[in-house]
């Protein structure tokens, strides 16, 4: 290197200087299948969901039923609805989902996750207003494990002194 003794000499070395490893923006592109869908899998504690989305109505489809008739309850079909609502595309796609494993609060989850990833996929573009919101990072919060010696996984059983 050239001998430096001043700031100026180190501020014309520094300017004169090409970035060698400048890091390239990552360019995203769409992930299709042959029938136009983009497919993702979405995990939440125990279940785990195969979805599936593609240009539609806004019909959402689980396990062969309709979202109303699989998740009952308002407040699981709210959370469905989640990830279309932030990146703005609401009845622009139809979803078909699997799901396995788990409680119907924890389907939903993975469902929303699993449709989360797909949107992302489909159009990178909604990228940024998802992951703002955090619905592509997995939830990786389970159950704790029972202990031996302990009545749950932390509860312990009524102490008696005799």
Known sequence: MADIKSLDDLKSAVGNATPAAAPAAIVRVAVRDKLGRSYATGKRKDAVARVWIKPGSGK???NGKT???YFARPV???ILRQPFTVAGVEGQFDVMATVAGGGLSGQAGAVKHGVSKALQLYEPSLRPALKAAGFLTRDSRVVERKKYGK????KSFQFSKR
């Open 67 to 69: 979202m109303a008739e």
């Open 60 to 62: 959402v489809t689980v």
């Open 76 to 78: 699981l079909q709210m």
């Open 151 to 154: 009545a749950k996984a932390r």
